[in-house]
C-alpha cells in the first residue's frame, strides 16, 4: 500500500503561488500545492477557507489574480477531456425537468462534440454509469423525485460516464445517507486502484484519516499538505482550523491519537 | 374577409410561437424577466428611428428595436459582472432607465403621431393590410415574414444546440469545466430573445410580448418530464394561444393581442390546477394519501394482531381522531389487508407487522398486544 504511494511521484495536479480574489479581499493567499496521481485527496478546512475556490481555480471558473495550475503538466484547456469536476450538489436546480439517465449523458456531451446528438451506444454507456452505482433502476426517474443520496450518486455517474483521470469533487458528502457515503468512497478506491487520481473537498474530520491517501489542509492559505500519516496531525489542524476547532474536530482529533497511539503499539 | 382573418390568424399563432419557444429557454434559465426588460427597453430605439423615417412601419423601426435591444442586454450584463448588483436587479435598473428614455421621447414626438397605446399593446388587426408584394404576387402579411424569419433562427438555434443549451441551463459551471461554452450560449440566447422581442412586439405590443414569453413555457414546465417535450409543447400551446386569440376577440368584441394574454391566462390557471406531479389537484392529493396513510398506521400501532381485537369506538377515543378521518383510516388498513373485522372488531393482520417493522417506532414501547395482555 505504502510503497505505491510513494512510487506514485508524478503531479497530477500543480498549483504554484495561486492567488484568488472575489473583490476586495482574496479567498486563497499564494498557494503552492502539489497533488500526487493515483491518489484518493481530500481537502480540508473551515468554511471559507478557500477550498471550493481552489478546484474551481483548478478548471477555469474562477480566474486567478496571481499563479498558475497545470494538470498533468499541462494548462487545464489542454487537458479538459481528462479531468471530470463535479460541483456541488446544491449548486443546481433539481426541478430542471429531466430524468436521471440525462443527467448522466450531460458526462458525454464533452466527446460528443457541438452539434452531435448523443446515440444508443452513449446512452448505453450512461445507463452503465448508473448501473455502478447502484441505482440504474432510477434511470427514468425524474430528478426532482430522487432523494439527496441518489442525486449525488447521479451526479458521480455523470463524472465516470467522462471516463476522466482526474476526478475533482466539491464535498460529494454533504447531506448524504451513510449507505451512499460507503457506495461513493468504494467506487473512488476502484478509481484509485485503476490510477485515477480522486481530490475531495471534505468536511467529515472523522473519516480523513480511514478513507483518504493525502491530504490538503486550507485556511485562504495551505497550512499543510501530505500524505495522511504525517500532514493530518493534531498541530496541523490546530492551525488550520484555530480557535474554530468544533467538537466535532476535537472528536476527530482524539480518533486520530487513539489510532496513532495504537499504530505505535503494534 | 376571409383572407385578412386567415392572415390575422397567421400571424397570431407565429408571433405566439415564436415567443413562446424562446421563452421556455428564457424559463429554464429563470430569465424570464429578461423578455419584460428587453421588450421596454426597446422604447428608445423605436422612437429614435421614428424621428428619422417619421413611420413606425419602416425597417428602420426593427433595426433601432434590435439595437437598444442589444445595448439593454449588455448593460444588463457588465452591471451584474461588477457584482455590485444581482442580475435581477440589473435588469430591473436597465430596462426601467431606457423605458423612461423612450417615453421622454415619445412625449417629445406626441404632437407628431407616435402612438404609446400602439407600441405598448400592439395593432394585430392592422397586420393583414400591411402586405409584402413580390413582383406581380401577394406573398402574405410583413410581420407573419418578419416573426417566421426569428421563428424560424430561433428553430434553428434550439435544435442544433439542444444538448448544449440543456447542459448550460441545467448546471453551468459544470459545462463551463467541459468546454462547451455557457457564456457564449448565455449570449446565444440573449441576442435571439432581443430578436424575438423586436419582431413580436409590432404585433402583440410591447407588454403582451412579455405574456406571450412567460405564460406557455410556464404551462408546459409544469407539464413535461423533460426539456425536448417541454419546448415542444410549449410552442404548440403558444399557437394554440395565439389561434384560438382571434375567435374569442371577435366574441367579446376586443383587442386581439388582450384576447390572446387573456386565453393564455386561462391556460396557465388549468395548467396549475391539473397538471400531473407538480400541480396543485396532484400535490393535494398526494399530501391527502400521505396524511391517511399515517393515520391508518397509527391506527395500526394500536391494533392487537389476536382475537378478540378491539371494539372501533374504543379505539376511536383512544387515537383522538374525527369520525370521518377514522372511518377513513379503517376503510384504508382493510383495504390494504393490513386488519380484519370480526363481529364489528378489528384485528391487524401479518402484513401489518411488517409495515410496522419499517417504521420509525421507539422500539422500547409495548406493541398493543403486549398492551392488551398487561391489562388483563
Redo the contacts between chains.
Keep these: 500500500m505504502s510503497q505505491r504511494r510513494t512510487a506514485a511521484t508524478t503531479a497530477a495536479i500543480e498549483v504554484h503561488d495561486l492567488t484568488v480574489s ?2 476586495a479581499k482574496p479567498v486563497l493567499w499564494d498557494v503552492d500545492v502539489l497533488i500526487p496521481a493515483g491518489q484518493i485527496v481530500a481537502i480540508v478546512g473551515p468554511n471559507g477557507a478557500g477550498k471550493s475556490t481552489l478546484l ?1 481555480a483548478i ?3 474562477v480566474r486567478p489574480l496571481t499563479g498558475w495550475i497545470k494538470v498533468f503538466d499541462a494548462p487545464f ?1 489542454q487537458r ?1 477531456a481528462w ?1 471530470a ?3 456541488q450538489r446544491e ?3 433539481w426541478d ?4 436521471a439517465l ?2 448522466v449523458m ?1 458526462g458525454l ?2 466527446q ?1 462534440g ?2 452531435r ?2 446515440s444508443r451506444e452513449h446512452r448505453q454507456r450512461a445507463l452503465q454509469c448508473l448501473e455502478q452505482l447502484g441505482i440504474a433502476h432510477l434511470a427514468q426517474r ?1 430528478i426532482s423525485q430522487l432523494s439527496g443520496g441518489q442525486q449525488q450518486r447521479v451526479f458521480l455517474a ?1 463524472a465516470l460516464a ?1 471516463n476522466p483521470k482526474l476526478y475533482l469533487l466539491d464535498e460529494p458528502f454533504a447531506g448524504v445517507d451513510a449507505a451512499t457515503e460507503d457506495t461513493i468512497f468504494r467506487i473512488l478506491r476502484q478509481l484509485r486502484d485503476q490510477g485515477r487520481t480522486v481530490v475531495v473537498v471534505h468536511h467529515d474530520l472523522q473519516t480523513v484519516a480511514d478513507r483518504f491517501d493525502y491530504v490538503v489542509l486550507l485556511n485562504l492559505r495551505l497550512i499543510a499538505a501530505g500524505p495522511v500519516e504525517e500532514a493530518f496531525t493534531a498541530e496541523n489542524l490546530q492551525r488550520t482550523y484555530g480557535g474554530r476547532l468544533t467538537a466535532l474536530a476535537y472528536a476527530a482529533e482524539t480518533l486520530l491519537r487513539r489510532d496513532v497511539a495504537r499504530e505505535s503499539q503494534r | 374577409m376571409i383572407v385578412e382573418e386567415f392572415y390575422l390568424l397567421l400571424v397570431a399563432a407565429t408571433v405566439a410561437a415564436n415567443c413562446a419557444l424562446i421563452g421556455s429557454l428564457l424559463l429554464l434559465r429563470k430569465m424570464v424577466l429578461l423578455g419584460d426588460a428587453l421588450s421596454h427597453a426597446m422604447l428608445p430605439g423605436i422612437v429614435v428611428a421614428f424621428a428619422i423615417t417619421g413611420s413606425l412601419e419602416s425597417a428602420g423601426v426593427l433595426l433601432g428595436a434590435s439595437i437598444f435591444g442589444l445595448l439593454a442586454v449588455a448593460l444588463i450584463e457588465r452591471l451584474a459582472h461588477t457584482r455590485l448588483l444581482e442580475q435581477d436587479a440589473a435588469i430591473g435598473v436597465v430596462f426601467t432607465g431606457l423605458f423612461a428614455l423612450g417615453v421622454l421621447g415619445v412625449s417629445y414626438y406626441r404632437s407628431v403621431d407616435l402612438d404609446l397605446d400602439c407600441i405598448l399593446f400592439g395593432n394585430i388587426e392592422l397586420t393583414p393590410f400591411d402586405l409584402v408584394h413580390w413582383g406581380g404576387l401577394t406573398l402574405g402579411p410583413r410581420a407573419f415574414w418578419v416573426n417566421a424569419a426569428t421563428l424560424a433562427g430561433n428553430a434553428l438555434l434550439t435544435t442544433l444546440l439542444f444538448k448544449e443549451l440543456k447542459v448550460s441551463a441545467f448546471d453551468p459551471e459544470f459545462a463551463h469545466a467541459q468546454g462547451l461554452r455557457p457564456r457564449l450560449l448565455h449570449y446565444l440566447v440573449m441576442i435571439a430573445a432581443a430578436m424575438t422581442c423586436v419582431a413580436a412586439f409590432s404585433s402583440v405590443g410591447a407588454i403582451l410580448v412579455v405574456a406571450m414569453l412567460a405564460v406557455p413555457p410556464a404551462a408546459a414546465y409544469l407539464w413535461s418530464r423533460s426539456m425536448a417535450r417541454m419546448v415542444v409543447w410549449s410552442v404548440l400551446l403558444g399557437a394554440a394561444i395565439g389561434l384560438v386569440g382571434y375567435p374569442v376577440a371577435y366574441a367579446i368584441n376586443c383587442s386581439v393581442a388582450g384576447a390572446i394574454a387573456l386565453v393564455s391566462g386561462i391556460c396557465l390557471v388549468f395548467a396549475i390546477t391539473l397538471a400531473p406531479d407538480r400541480g396543485l389537484l396532484a400535490r393535494w392529493w398526494a399530501w391527502r394519501q400521505a396524511r391517511l396513510r399515517t393515520h391508518a398506521l397509527l391506527l395500526l400501532t394500536h391494533l392487537p394482531s389476536r382475537p378478540p381485537g378491539v371494539a372501533l369506538t374504543e379505539l376511536r377515543q383512544r387515537l383522538g381522531l374525527s369520525e370521518r378521518v377514522f372511518e377513513a383510516a379503517v376503510r384504508y388498513v382493510q383495504q390494504h389487508g393490513l386488519a380484519e373485522r370480526h363481529h364489528g372488531r378489528l384485528i391487524a393482520t401479518e402484513a401489518a407487522g411488517r409495515e410496522l417493522a419499517d417504521l420509525p417506532l421507539d422500539p422500547s414501547a409495548q406493541r398493543a398486544d403486549e398492551r392488551e395482555q398487561a391489562q388483563r
Design positions: 472575489y473583490g474551481k478548471v477555469g471558473l484547456e479538459r479531468v469536476y463535479v460541483p449548486s443546481v436546480d430542471f425537468p429531466t430524468d440525462d443527467v450531460m456531451y464533452g460528443i457541438w452539434f446528438r448523443p425524474q455523470r467522462q
